[in-house]
């Protein structure tokens, strides 16, 4: 029922920039919550960014002052903007989101198929 696709991801010098969108599709409630985690080879998934329907917003420490999470709710779509990156950003990046039909009713989430970022040193 619902599909989240992602695009932007590539490689890029350190100091660089990249744009990363990702557009869900299917039946989404008004209230959620999208975002985007990362993936680094031999770590563990970790959050980058969230920011829900109401544009709230959480970053990581490591991207603070670096990444900007913005959303279009009538697109459903999620995006991020990533300058000064470096090395360490390098990952694959995961679109997610995060909705329920009522507000104490069981969270649902749904990820995209990810989006490798690489930056070279």
């Known amino acids: 029922q619902v599909q989240l696709v992602e695009s932007g991801g590539g490689l890029v010098q350190a100091g660089g920039s990249l744009r990363l969108s990702c557009a869900a599709s299917g039946t989404i409630f008004s209230l959620n919550a999208m975002g985007w985690y990362r993936q680094a080879p031999g770590k563990q998934r970790e959050l980058v960014a969230t920011?829900?329907?109401?544009?709230?917003?959480n970053y990581a420490d490591s991207v603070k002052g670096r990444f900007t999470i913005s959303r279009d709710n009538v697109k459903n779509t999620v995006y991020l903007q990533m300058n000064s990156l470096n090395p360490e950003d390098t990952a694959l990046y995961y679109c997610?989101?995060?909705?329920?039909?009522?507000?104490?009713?069981?969270?649902?989430?749904?990820w995209g198929q990810g989006t490798q970022v690489t930056v070279s040193s």
């Open positions: 920011i829900t329907s109401g544009r709230n917003t």
């Open positions: 997610n989101l995060q909705m329920r039909a009522t507000a104490w009713g069981t969270a649902a989430n749904y």
